[in-house]
Structure formats: structure tokens, C-alpha cells
T-cell receptor, first 113, second 112 residues
Framework: RKEVEQDPGPFNVPEGATVAFNCTYS??????FFWYRQDCRKEPKLLMS???SGNEDGRFTAQLNRASQYISLLIRDSKLSDSATYLC??????????????FGRGTQLTVWP | SQTIHQWPATLVQPVGSPLSLECTVE??????LYWYRQAAGRGLQLLFY??????ISSEVPQNLSASRPQDRQFILSSKKLLLSDSGFYLC???????????FGPGTRLLVL
């Protein structure tokens, strides 16, 4: 079983739409959680961390359900510039200083005008 | 602020040739360093990580090797490239306290 599983999409939505991505992780010892964004042929960039209480950054809202081992990302009022692949990432702590990051394969989003 | 550099940006190499990719980090000290590979249409695969100078851990046995000769320098090497080594190679760093990682711009390698 993969450490992190995501629906690969693609999701094709019009500008202004609300879109939600889901992700599940298998290791209950996972310590921290993130969403990364990767544009075509570019490096992944940190979009936001995900906290148990849920957190919001502008149009983006992330939720974590530890009991269900489930993470979500909601994008409201989609913009053309939101088109990218969104990676669900889980940090499984190991040792005193190193956290192993596990990446989902990503969900592709295309926002059309 | 911290920055991470990788070079070259793109590379085309024949099968059987050697490889050396370099990554350097600025603006931080004692970072954890990582090498990942992303094959076309695939997810990120962790290749190596390092918690200090000379300390390298391998995640996947293969014909690649890594070295960390200085605190903020991480090198990925191969003596003989295979076709399957083609991909997008990404270097990343993180603070000593485990958390998010920050990626360099990557090297796109094509082995012919």
C-alpha cells in the first residue's frame, strides 16, 4: 500500500469554481502534513502546511482528519493561475533530526476561462 | 533568506557516461539535504538524504551515489548512466527540526 494516495484527476474547472482535492495516508505515526504545488516542468513549492484544527490561507483551506488519516485542500474562486499539480505530502518522523517526506503522485488541476 | 541552487539545468548524456550534479544551499547551516528523482508522469522518489558532512543514506539501491563534501553542498554522481536514469532530479533542504522541504530548480537529465 502506498504511503500517500491521491486522486490523480485531472480536474478541469471554470474560473470562479470551487474545487476540492482529497488525500489519504497509511502511516498513523505521521507527524506533519503539507500541500505542495508543482507547475509544469518546475520544482514543487510549498503551498501550505495542514494543521489538525484546519487552516486557511486566502482562497485555500486545508483540513486534516487524523482518525481517518485523510487530508483535503479546498480552493475557492479558482483562478487561471491555480492550474498546476497539487501534491499531498506527509512527514513521518524518524530519528531525532530527520523527517521522511512521502509525496503523493499529485492531482492535476486545469482552470479554464 | 535561504536559497538553493542546482546545475546544470538540463543535461543530455549518452548511456555509459558519468554524471555529476551539484546542489548548494545558501543562508542556512547544518541543513538536511535530499536528492529526489521524478520520472516523466511519475511521483517523487527519494534517492539519498544527508544529515551532515560525509553522512549519506540511500533509499533506493541503484547505480547512483551521493556525497556531501561541505555542509551546504550535495553532489549526485554516477559512473555509468543507464537509460532508466533519465528524469528530473531535484535537490531539497530542510531545517534540522523535521518539517517541510524546499526544492531547488532541478536538473532535467536525458540519457540517450
Amino acid at each position: 500500500r502506498k504511503e500517500v494516495e491521491q486522486d490523480p484527476g485531472p480536474f478541469n474547472v471554470p474560473e470562479g469554481a470551487t474545487v476540492a482535492f482529497n488525500c489519504t495516508y497509511s502511516n498513523s505515526a505521521s507527524q506533519s502534513f503539507f500541500w505542495y504545488r508543482q507547475d509544469c516542468r518546475k520544482e514543487p513549492k510549498l503551498l501550505m502546511s495542514v494543521y489538525s484544527s484546519g487552516n486557511e490561507d486566502g482562497r485555500f483551506t486545508a483540513q486534516l482528519n487524523r482518525a481517518s488519516q485523510y487530508i483535503s485542500l479546498l480552493i475557492r474562486d479558482s483562478k487561471l493561475s491555480d492550474s498546476a499539480t497539487y501534491l499531498c505530502v506527509v512527514n513521518v518522523g524518524r530519528g531525532s533530526t530527520l523527517g521522511r517526506l512521502y509525496f503523493g503522485r499529485g492531482t492535476q488541476l486545469t482552470v479554464w476561462p | 533568506s535561504q536559497t538553493i541552487h542546482q546545475w546544470p539545468a538540463t543535461l543530455v548524456q549518452p548511456v555509459g557516461s558519468p554524471l555529476s550534479l551539484e546542489c548548494t544551499v545558501e543562508g542556512t547551516s547544518n541543513p538536511n539535504l535530499y536528492w529526489y528523482r521524478q520520472a516523466a508522469g511519475r511521483g517523487l522518489q527519494l534517492l539519498f538524504y544527508s544529515v551532515g558532512i560525509g553522512q549519506i543514506s540511500s533509499e533506493v539501491p541503484q547505480n547512483l551515489s551521493a556525497s556531501r563534501p561541505q555542509d551546504r553542498q550535495f553532489i549526485l554522481s554516477s559512473k555509468k548512466l543507464l537509460l532508466s536514469d533519465s528524469g528530473f532530479y531535484l535537490c531539497a533542504w530542510s531545517d534540522r527540526v523535521p518539517g517541510s522541504q524546499y526544492f531547488g530548480p532541478g536538473t532535467r537529465l536525458l540519457v540517450l
